[in-house]
């Protein structure tokens, strides 16, 4: 059954619409959801001790101590003032600068002017080494989180990633773990905010606590209006994500080597550049929307706390006026309301903001929540080495995730060990399906497959695949060094030079890679420098070098030789069948001048195994596979 990848777990309210001639609707949230997402600043948190509890204490201890002097420095001050109020009170009082400083009156003021320019000092040294150990942190978590993806992504299934929705969370989850490390420093300084907070409200409190509520509902709207838009910027990335992977593809379609042969044979630039722009436009019109709203909004919210900062001020301005405060006092207060008013506007800005951010985290998380279906069981069995009986398909029925029809059904068959068999048959057949049954990509929906008289289910998974040598059609070609690009059938021995010699020259990939500058360490494919690409052909003997790497028991090529002419195909599969002795192998192949050298051959149609037998039992048999040999044999008369 389909499953769904929506962030949280949740299927998202409602289909996200698209309005006439404009971007997609966003999906808006209650206030319940938006703070909902809270709940993932914890896991988050214990993700960023795990990178380094060291470089996090000391973030911490540094950041508390750093709180702490915007209260002391603007107290200092405040006592900077009245004594000097004082001092310019002094009957008889010093007329030179020589005369004061021999008088000692500036003895205690010295000693204030000292402390204030200590602490300029020491808030600045600070500043500068958290942001040294937040750098280091944020790269480090980056890092980390990054690593974590991908170590899942490869406990995913196959299912997952061939399903577009699946794609677009991973797409959001990728961004998130390197996206969102700007939260990390977030949340330490609203930590470190916070904390200066109550430092200063501890002061306001002593003359005028009343002030502190005036403040509060005077910044309230601020931070309902910021949540608001915070949520709906979230909403709009969210449903978008399609988009935004169609904008990246477009991209990188329109500027790649892989493309660019094409797109200039065709002339493909002026609808890539099109669609692109469609597609930004788009995205550029939503955000300006959005964009404006939330900064019209922004100014009132901000206008009402300015007003409520200034009847503050007024208050205290005309209780100095009345003597109960002193100058002093009057700097000290006016000081303290202007950076707690300030603050608060920030730690409200900011606490909507990390909600706001917690929503891109639930996208993180939500992936990690992502569990695989196919997996070892707790008591796997061995795989066989050799195998002695070989693998059973029976009555084996599968069928894709969404798709109407069966790719495979009532599949039965036997592949004995060491046999070669040869898979045949027309687009859609089901041959590339059984390989991916075969080798536990996905499972049966009916029947089962046995191996030496047990279910596939039984194995080790890790085992399982580790025994089997697979070279698709659509191989991957890595941007690589050649050695590389063939060790990856057998990465653990990566430096086995030998091993990789040796598949290299079973495949006749050997001669490619002694054309080559930098022979077995040259950088092939043309993404990175100094690489050097190499023809179709030349690609797939890489490639097919990857399954003798392995030195599996189990052998399958599943068409990776279409891009080689007739001969050196024939060549390869001839080699195949020779160094596949005691192996049990698979072919797949199109041409029957290559297949006819199998011990059987398979003809599978409409999902299940229509004929059996050798090349001449099936000519003979006049059947789908003379009728396909014929059709070949006729091009080339």
Request: aromatic residues 10%.
């Amino acid at each position: 059954m389909p499953r769904s990848y929506s962030s949280g777990g949740r299927v998202p309210r409602g289909a996200p619409g698209r309005a006439p001639g404009g971007p997609p609707l966003p999906e808006i949230r209650t206030f319940r959801e938006r703070f909902g997402a809270l709940k993932n600043l914890w896991p988050f948190l214990l993700m960023v001790w795990r990178t380094s509890p060291y470089l996090a204490s000391a973030s911490l201890a540094l950041r508390l101590a750093r709180a702490l002097l915007p209260i002391a420095t603007l107290f200092v001050g405040k006592l900077i003032i009245d004594d000097v109020v004082l001092l310019v009170q002094v009957p008889d009082k010093p007329q030179t600068l020589s005369q004061w400083v021999n008088s000692g009156l500036l003895n205690w003021l010295g000693l204030l002017l000292l402390a204030e320019f200590a602490l300029a000092v020491l808030s600045d040294i600070l500043g500068r080494v958290v942001s040294l150990i937040d750098s280091l942190l944020s790269e480090r978590v980056s890092n980390v989180s990054s690593v974590r993806l991908m170590q899942h992504a490869a406990t995913l299934d196959l299912e997952d990633f061939e399903d577009a929705e699946f794609q677009d969370q991973l797409e959001r989850a990728r961004r998130q773990s390197s996206g969102r490390m700007t939260l990390m420093g977030q949340l330490l300084s609203q930590a470190q905010d916070m904390v200066t907070v109550a430092s200063f409200a501890a002061g306001l409190l002593v003359y005028a606590p009343w002030l502190i509520v005036l403040l509060l509902l005077a910044l309230v709207p601020a931070f309902l209006g910021e949540a608001h838009f915070n949520a709906q910027s979230y909403s709009l990335d969210f449903v978008r994500t399609p988009e935004r992977r169609e904008l990246d593809y477009v991209r990188q379609t329109a500027a790649s080597v892989e493309t660019a042969k094409e797109v200039k044979i065709f002339g493909l630039h002026s609808f890539l550049i099109d669609r692109y722009v469609r597609l930004a436009t788009d995205f550029y019109a939503a955000n300006r929307k959005l964009a404006l709203r939330r900064a019209g909004w922004g100014g009132v919210f901000t206008a009402m706390g300015t007003v409520g900062y200034y009847l503050a001020y007024a208050y205290i301005v005309l209780r100095t006026l009345g003597g109960e405060f002193s100058i002093g006092d009057l700097t000290f207060l006016a000081g303290s309301f202007r950076r707690l008013r300030t603050l608060l506007e920030g730690l409200l800005s900011s606490f909507s903001s990390t909600a706001g951010q917690a929503l891109y985290l639930d996208d993180l998380f939500a992936f990690f929540q992502v569990k695989p279906e196919i997996l070892s069981p707790q008591n796997p069995r061995p795989f066989p080495h050799p195998i002695s009986q070989g693998f059973v398909f029976e009555d084996v029925g599968f069928i894709y995730p969404g798709a109407e029809s069966w790719a495979v059904r009532h599949l039965s068959f036997t592949l004995q060990a060491g046999e070669v068999v040869a898979l045949v048959g027309e687009n859609g057949a089901g041959k590339t399906t059984l390989v991916k049954l075969l080798t536990r990509l996905y499972d049966p929906d009916e029947g089962r497959i046995l191996l030496d008289g047990h279910d596939l289910r039984e194995y080790d998974l890790e085992a399982l695949r580790g025994n089997m040598g697979v070279i698709f059609q659509d191989f991957v070609r890595y941007n690589l060094s050649a050695s590389d690009n063939i060790a990856v059938g057998r990465i653990t021995h990566r430096d086995d030079h030998e091993r990789i010699s040796k598949a290299a020259s079973r495949s006749q990939a050997d001669g490619v890679i002694a054309r080559l500058p930098g022979k077995y360490e040259q950088m092939i494919g043309k993404r990175f420098k100094n690489g050097v690409e190499l023809s179709g052909g030349e690609w797939q003997k890489i490639a097919i070098a990857r399954a003798y790497m392995r030195e599996a028991e189990v052998l399958i090529l599943d068409e990776p030789t279409a891009a080689l002419d007739a001969r050196a195909e024939f060549e390869v599969f001839r080699r195949f069948k020779e160094l596949s002795e005691g192996k049990t192998a698979i072919l797949i192949s199109h041409r029957f001048s290559s297949v006819r050298m199998a011990d059987r051959i398979l003809v599978l149609a409409d999902g299940k195994v229509e004929a059996a037998g050798t090349h001449e039992e099936l000519l003979a048999q006049e059947g789908r596979y003379a009728e396909l040999f014929e059709l070949q044999a006729a091009g080339y008369r």
